[in-house]
């Protein structure tokens, strides 16, 4: 079974900017379409942002297009999620998974926490 663990949350003023980092164990991580999700408090987790498995092709929520960027390295099984010009809307805990479809395809991380706030 594949391990996720994220990495690069915290504390951060609106307008700040925080660099998430999720490693994969496992050699079949560049096979997958990973992407990275979050869970607000009282809310159900929603998708932020997928990437292919080549790095080709990105896709992102309305919410976070233009603020936030996916990238990933096969070689070190990592996915990377860059984010700018933070909101207090952002604060949530992240994640990242394997897409599949509605579907993750692997257990959970224990995600990283981003705290927008002033």
């Known amino acids: 079974q594949v391990q996720l663990v994220e990495s690069g949350g915290g504390l951060v003023q609106p307008g700040g900017s925080l660099r998430l980092s999720c490693a994969a164990s496992?050699?079949?991580?560049?096979?997958?379409?990973m992407a990275w999700y979050r869970q607000a408090p009282g809310k159900e987790r929603e998708l932020v942002a997928t990437?292919?498995?080549?790095?080709?092709?990105?896709n992102y929520a309305e919410s976070v297009k233009g603020r936030f960027t996916i990238s990933r390295d096969n070689a070190k099984n990592t996915v990377t999620l860059q984010m700018n010009s933070l909101k207090s809307e952002d604060t949530a805990v992240y994640y990242c998974?394997?897409?599949?479809?509605?579907?993750?395809?692997?257990?959970w991380g224990q995600g990283t926490q981003v705290t927008v706030s002033s």
């Open positions: 496992g050699s079949i991580f560049s096979v997958n379409e």
């Open positions: 990437i292919t498995s080549s790095g080709g092709s990105t």
């Open positions: 998974n394997a897409k599949v479809g509605r579907f993750v395809k692997w257990s």
